[in-house]
RNA sequence: GUCCCCGUAGCUCAGCAGGAUAGAGCACCGGAUUCCUAAUCCGGGGGCCGUGGGUUCGAAUCCCGCCGGGGACACCA
């Protein structure tokens, strides 16, 4: 089991071998000329290169070797030493049937017996979740899905903010309206939070009572401790709603108070070993190399006032998850403007040897910002940041419209085109957010993503149902589709078959880079192939019987393949719409 | 000041493990429906790949400089 490309890599690196070259060189992958040819191998040049010799010779020695292979319907030397192949229509409906007898459509489980952290959302306690928690939820929740279906055991952690100076703020502030004890709600929380933080910046009484009071909650002071669970509690259940509304799932529901009391014996172990060092009346580990380009701050444990930091929690999290779960990787899926911060973190993991370079890799796959159509910070028209259930509501909404312009769902109850409008919705949000490159800023536009037609996830809800509905069809009219199907290959099959082919590739580069537009792209693909297949044939009222039998396997297989790789990426496939 | 990211069609973006004629979507122009969801499909126009050098048989891709945009740079997260 493997892509296309792959099986060829093997047939085409053995012939490397045999002439004495590296197998490596014979790697063969999907051409990006499909006039000239199905696939290509160019390491008949860099072999050329390697041994001085000339790269059409070196081709010509593996297109006569590969000449009779029974896999190959053409293989031959174009250009400067490009060695161009197609397969044969068997080999192609032997292959494609191969995936569709695998229950992960050829993908190979590389992250078995192993197990990888995830860390994203970071929504923070008392305060409304915004847009800049959207990238985060919807990139490391397909990453996850990502990971757990490549085999991993994928545990995805929220990570929230409920701890340090922000907790006694709230706190203080609640003391000084005499709430202390009583229990709020979120709505009073969002208002109590912002005045909080405002009190103590004005007002260095108010400063230093917060503080004071972090310091009583930290030492386990059983009323505070009380309040800030109650608050906690309701901020959560304020979350979750949202993530609920998204379709966004978590493992674990951490937060940096759960490292809490880790963090004073971490730091004495490190004091002991001479890897934490005061500075400037700061405990920190300096983690500057001698190498370094660039100016490398050290990783402050202790602040001068003997408070932590969130790179102090973010350490003792690493120990936490590597004692807890021995993880082959930590991900952290966080804004990239913390780039520095995590590369502090790292250096700071290696240098204690809290997380071994040889045991767990830890990788900061940041995201760029969700900007406007301006190109600024995406706000809302009054200048603020919007509410993430407000983003939601305002993407349902047009949903809603854009299907009654459409004249879809028409026939459905309330409840069921309610549920449809709710997933054109998310499916929306998720592929605009996802199909771009994560390291790059985007633009948020809502009124373009929401359309039915073009690169979107509207349009390929769209395709999965329009092809379920033919099925669907099929099976009223008595027309089976098959259990164990066989594919015949003719020319109007032949790029879908292609297409579906090349799922083991690009799953590859999107677990291994953690790159899930890399899907985004060849869902739209495999979609575009499809609707031209369906153009091509009318496939119900064919009368070859077995011709009719292959392809509605074939849209048996693509329905199957895009639903489980829009799944990957976080939206859901409604029946009908 | 140092460092990081970005710069590709009018707009939004792929391509950056060096390879053939740089691709999509939107918008624009022209076609296609007695039939499975036409919100679709087929075709067309549109590009000094920011810029100047270098490496290479070959550069959007690698290296160096510059320009433009964004961001970070010990006691906030």
């Given at each position: ?18 002439e ?7 790697l ?26 000339n790269?059409?010779e ?104 409920d ?13 000084a ?11 009073e ?25 972090t310091?009583k ?25 949202n ?5 966004v ?26 890897l ?33 930091m ?6 003792a999290?690493?120990a ?50 969700m ?9 809302t ?11 939601i ?9 854009r ?10 109850d309330q ?10 919705a ?30 979107t ?5 769209y ?10 069809k ?29 799922f ?22 495999l ?25 509605l396997?074939?849209c ?22």
């Amino acid at each position: 089991m493997a892509s296309l490309a792959q099986k060829l890599t093997e047939i085409v690196g053995a012939a490397f071998a045999a002439e004495g070259l590296s197998a490596e060189l014979g790697l063969v992958r999907v051409s990006d000329r499909p006039d000239l040819c199905q696939f290509q191998c160019n390491g008949a040049m860099a072999a050329a290169k390697a041994a001085k010799k000339n790269p059409r010779e070196i081709a010509q020695t593996l297109v006569q070797a590969l000449q009779d292979h029974p896999a190959l319907a053409r293989i031959e030397i174009a250009g400067p030493g490009f060695i161009n192949l197609d397969v044969t229509d068997a080999f192609l409906a032997a292959h494609i049937k191969s995936n569709a007898d695998s229950d992960t459509l050829g993908v190979e489980p590389v992250g078995a017996g192993r197990t990888i952290v995830l860390d994203y959302g970071g929504p923070n306690i008392a305060k409304p979740m915004h847009v800049g928690h959207l990238r985060s939820s919807i990139i490391g929740d397909s990453l996850r899905r990502i990971c757990a279906f490549a085999g991993y055991r994928a545990i995805g952690d929220v990570h929230m903010g409920d701890w340090g100076t922000p907790m006694g703020q709230i706190l203080s502030e609640l003391e000084a309206r005499g709430r202390l004890g009583q229990p709020v709600t979120m709505d009073e929380l969002e208002e109590i939070y912002p005045a909080a933080s405002r009190a103590c910046k004005e007002d260095e009484n108010r400063a230093e009572q917060a503080r004071a009071a972090t310091v009583k909650l930290q030492d386990g002071d059983p009323v505070y401790r009380a309040a800030w669970q109650q608050f906690i509690d309701v901020s959560i259940a304020g979350m979750k709603e949202n993530f609920d509304a998204l379709g966004v799932h978590f493992d674990l529901w951490k937060g940096e108070s759960d490292v809490h009391e880790r963090i004073a014996p971490m730091v004495e172990t490190l004091k002991t070993a001479g890897l934490a060092v005061e500075s400037e009346g700061a405990v920190v580990v300096p983690v500057a190399r001698e190498d370094d380009k660039k100016e490398m701050p050290p990783l402050i444990l202790y602040k001068r006032d003997g408070a932590v930091m969130y790179g102090t929690t973010d350490l003792a999290t690493v120990a936490d998850r590597v004692e807890a779960f021995s993880p082959a990787a930590i991900l952290y899926v966080v804004d990239q403007r913390q780039s520095l911060h995590f590369e502090q973190v790292f250096r700071a993991a290696r240098v204690t040897a809290i997380a071994p370079e040889e045991q767990v890799e830890l990788t900061h796959a940041g995201f760029g910002t969700m900007n406007g159509q301006d190109g600024k910070p995406f706000k809302t028209r009054a200048g603020g940041v919007m509410k993430l259930q407000d983003l939601i509501a305002m993407a349902v909404e047009k949903a809603q419209a854009r299907l009654e312009e459409a004249d879809l769902a028409a026939d459905m109850d309330q409840a069921e085109r309610d549920d449809v409008a709710h997933k054109v919705a998310v499916a929306a949000l998720k592929f605009a957010d996802l199909h771009n490159n994560r390291v790059a800023d985007y633009v948020f536009d809502i009124d373009r993503m929401t359309r039915f037609e073009g690169k979107t996830g509207p349009y390929l809800l769209y395709q999965a149902v329009r092809i379920n509905s033919l099925l669907n069809k099929a099976k009223g009219a008595g027309l089976d589709v098959p259990e164990n199907p066989t594919f015949a290959i003719k020319a109007e099959d032949r790029a879908l078959a292609l297409a579906l082919a090349e799922f083991p590739d690009h799953f590859r580069l999107a677990l291994e880079n953690y790159t899930p537009h890399v899907l985004c792209d060849y869902a739209y693909k495999l979609a575009q192939d499809f609707s031209s297949f369906y153009g091509a044939c009318h496939i119900l009222s064919e009368e070859d019987e077995q011709l009719r039998a292959s392809r509605l396997s074939l849209c048996a297989l693509t329905y199957r393949q895009l639903v489980l790789i829009l799944g990957l990426l976080g939206i859901q496939v409604p029946a009908r719409m």
